[in-house]
């Protein structure tokens, strides 16, 4: 089964997979005129995070890395997972006048996505240019970590596993595997891989690496340990 996917042929991928296949992140890079113009139209507000705000304690990281300059929190009534921060990169690329806008958490078992909210993110996203997406897949199994070597060179933090530019993939430039139902207090067993694919253009039209991502189910297929 496939959640969140508002563009087209998707569905064809996996009809028949045991998974469940969904969009969990979005990312996109967008002029900082252009996206407080939209806000403003839609009447949402910007404001800035801060230690103590409600937000997932990865995006509050952000504050004190060193690889961006900011990171502010776009408020929705249905929806808070939505952030823009400004890299030191995308500084010196543009001078400033860019946001890396990026809205994550879209599928979670505990707080489904409220129709609302799906509606504000496609119009969102339908609006500027996806650069990049996490397409996640969800096992109810752990997965032999060992087939993931075959994947490229792992690295681990926690207990989440990255493979950074795997190998033979032009379009698939991370994969990283964890606990989803551990991380996330479930009751029952849940294990996700997640893909960050490299896609460009708005949301009806982002690319979807069909091959690759059959190759990558077809590999872990016999890897589930039961």
């Not at 489904?112 to 990049?132: C, G, I, N």
């Not at 690319?207 to 190759?215: K, R, S, V, Y």
Request: one cysteine or more; proline letters at 3%.
């Amino acid at each position: 089964m496939i959640e969140f996917t508002p563009y087209r042929n998707v569905e064809n991928i996996i009809n028949n997979s045991a998974y469940k296949i969904s969009i969990d992140t979005l990312r996109s890079l967008v002029y900082k005129r252009t996206l407080f113009d939209y806000l403003t139209k839609r009447g949402l507000k910007v404001k800035n995070i801060k230690s103590h705000s409600k937000i997932s304690a990865n995006v509050k990281k952000l504050l004190w890395t060193k690889k961006t300059t900011g990171v502010k929190q776009i408020i929705t009534p249905y929806f808070k997972n939505i952030i823009v921060t400004t890299p030191y990169y995308l500084n010196r690329e543009s001078n400033y006048r860019k946001f890396s806008l990026i809205a994550f958490g879209l599928s979670q078992y505990n707080k489904p996505l409220h129709a609302e909210a799906k509606k504000e993110l496609l119009q969102m996203f339908s609006k500027f240019d996806v650069t990049s997406y996490d397409l996640s897949i969800d096992l109810s199994h752990p997965l032999d970590t060992s087939i993931l070597s075959n994947f490229g060179e792992i690295t681990s933090k926690y207990s989440t596993i990255y493979i950074n530019k795997p190998y033979g993939f032009n379009n698939i430039a991370k994969i990283c595997y964890y606990d989803k139902g551990r991380k996330d207090n479930l009751h029952y067993q849940l294990y996700r891989l997640e893909l960050t694919i490299k896609t460009k253009g708005k949301l009806q039209d982002m690319f979807l690496p069909d091959g690759e991502i059959h190759q990558i189910i077809e590999k872990i297929s016999d890897k589930v340990e039961m």
